[in-house]
């Protein structure tokens, strides 16, 4: 084994040790293990009847009961299976649109910070002009046009939120670009993209980590708003989709709680677990900037 | 009369690794008129110690033994008591000025300040007071309207004197007022400092007292009456200060006086002594005399067990076996 | 300053051009995605295609003379879309103006006790409530509010109307019909109040958080000042330029809270008509929708920017 491998499996060792012992941080990482759990076994514990409107035998809005613990929807299907399988698709996209997200900012933050000169001002420009415009109308103008379906959706998240990100790459990347070694490694004739894929990006990577545990609570908050406001695909119930279906078909005015309480709760629970989970990061990674 | 008097003095950090002691039994006093310079090198405990005399110590901190000042122990004041001896008994010149101002606030009225609380003066008279105050420093009047961050560091530090002044304080506690200055505005400043301390503290109870901090001996040896040298959170020598300077004692004081010799002094430039090595970790502290790892003429013994802080000639104390003996 | 209010334009003209170029750059046929889904009037129809078959530098340059003159009408309602915005601007301004108030003030409030006993028993508490509203979306809360208070549910009786801005017959301009409107503003107001102060609370704690560590605090303490005077003549000042300028600059995350709960309870702003327009979807409207709600944010965030030069001793020399 080299030596700087070694070096890396010592500070991830460490970095482990440090954050076993935040007590936030574990609360975050338990309720994320029970949801990825749900989300990996929905397909095997859900029978596809359960979701299938036409052959569901529940009642139009039954409140909770032994055989439906969360009551029904409009056409008489479980909510609770509903939840389980929209966890899936909540955390896929979730997921999914992170790493457009991350991979669009890291790089966006790198090259603006490497390189100098016009090309550097054009992307703090583009990264700008994404921090300033609100997101959801610019969300809902792409999404309008792309059409709704769960790909769509992913893609007008990741290219929605990268901006933030990017900003903070950029921010640190810069105070490394000063250091001897990437000095010397510039005297010696490498070039950009070794610089920046062998020297800036081992070193921005502990923060990007961070920074995706942040995003993935911000854009499964973002998927939620597009689904409720019908921009995902109808056919997948996420979350969103569920609170958008309980909207219309009247689960409100009915009083119907149960149709709308738990998506909500669920919602909660991973936003707020991915959050606890990445200040906790951050607070190892960067302490000074988190207190 | 003595103003200030320290009693057996202990300060002890509570941290992850557990306490750390700061200030070891320290017993040291600054007599009304008097200026007292406390030298060492940053992290010896002389910050902390000042730190006690208002107080300020932040919560993770345990102090244990006495500050008496006027004859009443600080540590034990009650809470009202203690904010109304805060600037108008003791007041305090800080290390950086730049961070010491708030940035937001006006100077003068950052001046007015202390006025306000401490003392019962009409509107009007406090400003002329604030005038008065920045003229004394050697600034224009007009400056009372300027912000911290409009002014160079020079005049910055000037400010922070004329506010120690501003309630006439029977004593004054300069924590390196001068570090973060260029050469030749630190002779200035504090030529300042110690002609106003001087001029302006002759009331019945006897003159301004002082304490100037500094891991500068050689600018303590010129301005300072007497010099206390700590060391690891203790003192380890005291006494009239040129006669520190120019007949050092105890080992330490030896290196501390060589590294800032005395400009045209032909000898330091042929034996120029270094002291190898850093200070000790307050947390992890050598056993018997903390100096003996860096000391040049330990002793066996200087392992074992340290030596007390005794009379080694006419008000001179010293705490090292080899200058007992 | 001029350089702010220069980039502030720049911003403004890419967002202007975005709006022209993202509906007529995509392949195909433009009508299409402009009539998707819905019956057109024949006449409108011939209309749109008159307008989008002109070249596209043309109907650039026509754009460009006037963005806020449609030549196209909303394709659902058949209006000029800038009459609609207009007339749906004041509802939008009531709501948010009041939630933002209301939640810059209490959140500001909690961030301040939090901050400043960083670890103690309200931080703890705080910080738990503030993280949670954090990661709630905001329609959820004013559904499930809804569902408690206005329809009813758990033992307590329904209090409030289901939605709009006044009840149907009821003259707004007396002071009755004020009373109404403020009835009818509570639950959406709430929600946003809720949802916006987690944020400002976060912000100003940390901010204050920061502050502590100065040296100018422990000098306003060496001076005899009491803990809340310390606080409150030099803290707090210091914490809340950061705080004050992050709330103007968070507007575009409030647009997101407007559209949402206005859509919620049927609150007839902006927010419930750019539900309306993508629900159509209704193309021509969204893209002025888009316009005016990047201009609004692009605005705030001048002003956020100058603010801080008006009240930043350091930024403004």
């Avoid at chain 1, 933050?109 to 994404?130: K, M, Q």
């Avoid at chain 1, 309008?144 to 790459?169: D, K, Q």
């Avoid at chain 3, 927010?271 to 944010?297: K, N």
Wanted: charged share 15%.
């Amino acid at each position: 084994m080299n030596v700087s491998a070694q070096r890396r499996r010592l500070a991830m060792t460490r970095f482990a040790n440090s954050f076993r012992k935040d007590r936030s941080g574990m609360t975050g990482v338990v309720i994320l293990a029970i949801f990825i759990a749900t989300a990996i076994l929905a397909p095997i514990l859900i029978p596809d009847a359960a979701l299938d409107v036409t052959k569901a035998d529940g009642g139009r809005f039954e409140g909770p009961s032994f055989s439906y613990p969360l009551g029904t929807d409009e056409s008489g299907r479980s909510i609770l299976l509903l939840l389980a399988w929209g966890t899936r698709i909540s955390l896929t996209v979730g997921i999914a649109a992170t790493i457009i997200s991350m991979v669009l900012g890291t790089a966006f933050g790198i090259a603006a910070g490497h390189f100098r000169g016009a090309g550097s001002h054009a992307l703090v420009g583009v990264t700008d002009w994404f921090l300033v415009i609100p997101f959801l109308p610019l969300a809902i103008v792409l999404a309008t046009v792309l059409g709704p379906s769960t790909t769509n959706l992913i893609i007008v998240i990741g290219i929605t939120s990268w901006a933030g990100t990017a900003r903070l790459i950029r921010a640190q990347t810069l105070s490394i670009e000063g250091r001897p070694y990437l000095e010397r490694s510039k005297a010696l004739g490498a070039g950009n993209w070794y610089q920046m894929s062998r020297h800036v990006l081992p070193n921005v990577f502990p923060l990007v980590l961070a920074n995706t545990t942040l995003t993935v609570a911000i854009v499964i908050l973002s998927e939620t708003t597009l689904s409720f406001l019908g921009l995902g695909d109808p056919q997948a119930p996420s979350w969103g989709a569920l609170l958008d279906r309980a909207f219309s078909s009247g689960a409100v005015s009915r009083g119907a709680w149960w149709y709308v309480l738990p998506p909500g709760i669920c919602v909660v629970l991973v936003v707020l677990a991915f959050t606890l989970v990445g200040r906790a990061m951050e607070r190892i990674v960067d302490p000074r900037r988190a207190s | 009369m003595t103003l200030l008097q320290f009693r057996d003095l202990s300060v002890d950090y509570t941290s992850n690794d557990g306490m750390v002691p700061a200030v070891r039994g320290v017993t040291l006093g600054v007599e009304a008129g008097e200026t007292l310079g406390i030298a060492g090198e940053s992290g010896c405990g002389k910050t902390t110690l000042a730190s006690t005399v208002l107080r300020l110590l932040p919560d993770t901190a345990q102090v244990r033994g006495e500050v008496l000042l006027d004859d009443v122990d600080i540590l034990t004041m009650k809470w009202g008591r203690l904010r109304a001896v805060r600037w108008s008994q003791a007041a305090i010149v800080f290390q950086g000025a730049l961070h010491a101002l708030n940035p937001v606030q006006r100077i003068g009225d950052q001046i007015a300040e202390p006025i306000r609380l401490h003392q019962s003066v009409a509107e009007k008279q406090i400003n002329s007071r604030v005038d008065e105050l920045l003229t004394q420093v050697g600034l224009p009047a007009s400056r009372a309207k300027s912000y911290p961050h409009q002014l160079s560091g020079g005049q910055r530090q000037r400010v922070m004197i004329a506010m120690a002044l501003a309630c006439k304080p029977a004593l004054i506690i300069a924590d390196e007022p001068t570090t973060a200055l260029d050469v030749m505005v630190q002779a200035q400043v504090l030529d300042l400092l110690t002609g106003l301390v001087r001029d302006l503290g002759t009331g019945p109870a006897g003159g301004m007292g002082m304490i100037l901090i500094s891991h500068d001996l050689g600018v303590l040896g010129t301005t300072c009456d007497r010099i206390a040298v700590m060391y690891a959170g203790q003192v380890i020598e005291s006494g009239p200060a040129l006669e520190i300077f120019d007949n050092p004692k105890h080992p330490y004081t030896r290196a501390l006086a060589a590294a800032f010799p005395r400009i045209g002094d032909p000898a330091a430039r042929y034996a120029p002594t270094g002291l190898p090595g850093d200070p000790p970790f307050p947390g992890d502290l050598p056993t018997g005399c903390a100096f003996h790892p860096r000391c040049p003429i330990a002793v066996p013994a200087c392992k074992l067990s340290a030596p007390a802080l005794v009379e080694v000639a006419p008000s001179r104390m010293a705490a090292c076996f080899e200058v007992e003996s | 300053m001029g350089s702010k209010v220069l980039r502030a334009f720049i911003t403004l003209a890419f967002v202007v051009m975005f709006n022209f170029f993202l509906f007529r750059m995509l392949p195909g046929d433009p009508i299409g995605l402009y009539a998707r889904g819905r019956n057109q009037d024949p006449e409108q129809l011939v209309e749109l295609r008159r307008a989008l078959n002109k070249p596209l530098l043309e109907q650039f340059i026509t754009y460009l003379r006037n963005p806020f003159d449609s030549t196209i009408d909303s394709t659902r309602f058949s209006r000029p879309v800038w009459e609609m915005i207009g007339e749906r601007v004041w509802p939008t301004l009531l709501l948010l103006g009041t939630a933002i108030l209301l939640a810059s003030l209490i959140g500001i409030w909690i961030g301040i006790r939090a901050g400043w006993k960083p670890g103690g028993r309200f931080d703890r508490m705080s910080t738990g409530t503030t993280l949670i509203l954090y990661s709630m979306p905001e329609f959820w809360l004013g559904m499930m509010l809804l569902i408690v208070f206005s329809v009813g549910a758990f033992g307590i009786p329904g209090m409030f109307p289901v939605g709009g801005i006044s009840s149907p017959g009821v003259d707004t301009s007396g002071p009755m019909g004020w009373l109404n409107v403020l009835w009818h503003l509570v639950l959406p107001c709430t929600t946003l109040v809720l949802i916006y102060l987690a944020d400002y609370a976060l912000v100003m704690r940390a901010s204050l958080i920061d502050e502590r560590k100065q040296e100018y605090l422990t000098l306003a303490r060496a001076k005899g000042l009491r803990d809340t005077m310390v606080r409150k003549r030099h803290a707090v000042p210091n914490a809340l330029l950061p705080t004050v300028t992050l709330i103007f600059l968070s507007l575009g995350f409030v647009v997101t809270g407007a559209i949402t709960v206005e859509t919620v309870f049927s609150w007839p702003g902006l927010g419930l008509l750019t539900y309306e327009a993508l629900r159509g979807p209704d193309i021509p409207l969204l893209q002025a929708i888009f316009l005016m709600f990047s201009i609004a944010v692009i605005v705030a965030n001048l002003i956020a920017e100058l603010l801080y030069v008006v009240f930043d001793p350091r930024v403004r020399s």
